[in-house]
């Protein structure tokens, strides 16, 4: 049997606003349709509703940084949190 196929949300620098982020990963990850777009959502889903394995791309330049302003740390720390309860998710958060 083989391992399953690792599915990929890439965050590419176009994602400029909260609801943009959750947007794509909802899509790239193949969300649930119950899934809501708010922090405590993404959570669960990332940690309980959806097999893995999974890999988060996000790709940070100092224009996301801007415009994501002040939903950037809880974003951020909300998928770091997500990743640490679980193997087989990997976040891979780059700058430039």
Do not use: C, H
């Not at 349709?33 to 394995?53: C, K, M, S």
């Not at 790709?59 to 415009?67: H, I, K, T």
Request: net charge neutral.
């Amino acid at each position: 049997m083989s391992a399953p196929l690792e599915r990929i949300a890439r965050l590419d620098g176009r994602q400029r606003s909260k609801a943009a982020v959750l947007a794509k990963l909802a899509r790239d990850l193949d969300f649930p349709p119950y899934f809501r777009p708010n922090l405590d959502a993404l959570f669960d889903v990332l940690t309980t509703d959806i097999r893995g394995p999974l890999r988060i791309e996000w790709r940070l330049s100092a224009a996301v940084e801007a415009a994501l302003g002040a939903d950037l740390e809880p974003l951020r720390q909300t998928l770091a949190a997500a990743a640490a309860a679980r193997d087989d998710l990997v976040l891979e958060v780059t700058r430039g």
